[in-house]
Antibody, heavy 116, light 112 residues
Framework: QVQLVQSGAEVKKPGASVKVSCKAS????????IHWVRQAPGQGLECLGW????????DYTPKFQGRVTLTRDTSINTVYMELSRLTSDDTAMYYC?????????WGQGTLVTVSS | DIVMTQSPDSLAVSLGERATINCKTS????????????LAWYQKKPGQPPKVLIY???TRGSGVPDRFSGSGSGTDFTLTISSLQAEDVAVYYC????????FGQGTKVEIK
């Protein structure tokens, strides 16, 4: 069965960076793009960007351009999301999702808390 | 960017009654290549990731009960829960995937 398993919760100080992993299983990794979506407390769903797992091409939502970096390691079917220059506004649950036009499978989420 | 506007922001419905959520897109999401509307609906419960209910505007996701249905075309779409159950209490989001990906602001569904 398709699974996306994310790394555990993180607590970071303002100005720091965070790197979250997402390990895929149960399907051919390189066939599907992986997107990242976040939800801040009490807020809606927001897309950060995507990575084409076949060749590493990326595209980022303008709001996060310059602060977010998506990479992948095809040897272990894992995608990474790194967000830099963190502020309290980045406190949120971060999800990796498999894109099949729409989002058909979601990771369990990784809570990132930014606090001094 | 394609802007998604859902209405209402919240609604309270009695058990067994119908719940209707609307979603309007700022431009058409009807694809000429496959004649499909690039519109999905997700259900979000606390402590769980979102789950796709409907895609291509009207196709139910795997295992989704048939009380959930989607309709609409172009810029106006509707999610209908025909007979609300207690387990349907959640926030519902529409999403367009015609150009990039954007979500509506969400609609909270509660029991009256």
């Amino acid at each position: 069965q398709v699974q996306l398993v994310q790394s555990g919760a993180e607590v970071k100080k303002p100005g720091a960076s965070v790197k979250v992993s997402c390990k895929a299983s149960g399907y051919t990794f390189s066939v599907y793009y992986i997107h990242w979506v976040r939800q801040a407390p009490g807020q809606g769903l927001e897309c950060l960007g995507w990575i084409r797992t076949a060749n590493g091409d990326t595209d980022y939502t303008p709001k996060f351009q310059g602060r977010v970096t998506l990479t992948r390691d095809t040897s272990i079917n894992t995608v990474y999301m790194e967000l830099s220059r963190l502020t309290s506004d980045d406190t949120a649950m971060y999800y990796c999702v498999r894109e099949n036009w729409f989002y058909d499978f979601w990771g369990q989420g990784t809570l990132v808390t930014v606090s001094s | 960017d394609i802007v998604m506007t859902q209405s209402p922001d919240s609604l309270a419905v009695s058990l067994g009654e119908r719940a209707t959520i609307n979603c309007k897109t700022s431009q058409s999401v009807l694809s000429s290549s496959n004649n499909g509307n690039s519109l999905a609906w997700y259900q979000k419960k606390p402590g769980q990731p979102p789950k796709v209910l409907i895609y291509w505007a009207s196709t139910r996701g795997s295992g989704v009960p048939d009380r959930f249905s989607g309709s609409g075309s172009g810029t106006d779409f509707t999610l209908t829960i025909s007979s609300l159950q207690a387990e349907d209490v959640a926030v519902y989001y529409c999403q367009q995937y015609y150009r990039s990906r954007t979500f509506g602001q969400g609609t909270k569904v509660e029991i009256k």
